[in-house]
């Protein structure tokens, strides 16, 4: 008799205690089969969140090597360009007169 079953003062007979057994093992299997799902989710966001802070990474070094070139002062007057790619750049307005 299940721990449940005894506190609540049921009496199972032979066969409601083999379909209480089968339930709980079909219970038991459902749980396993979540909490394996769950896990390769888990392993899944996991990997975007790396993927994503490599980004987020990769993003505040280039702005902060754009940002550098474009106040070093040593090189004139400078703006932000944009290829026809799509890079943005640095570039030396006085060389644009």
Not at 8 to 22: D, E, F, K, S, Y
Not at 63 to 79: I, K, Q, T, V, Y
């Amino acid at each position: 008799m299940s721990a449940a079953a005894s506190r609540l003062g049921v009496v199972h007979t032979p066969a409601t205690a083999r379909i209480q057994a089968r339930w709980e093992g079909w219970e038991l299997q459902h749980l396993r089969a979540l909490c394996a799902e769950q896990a390769e989710e888990i392993e899944r966001l996991k990997r975007e969140v790396e993927f994503a802070d490599a980004c987020a990474d990769m993003h505040q070094r280039l702005n902060e090597s754009l940002e550098e070139a474009l106040h070093d002062s040593s090189a004139g007057a400078r703006c932000l360009g944009l290829t026809k790619s799509g890079e943005l750049l640095v570039i030396n307005t006085g060389a644009m007169q």
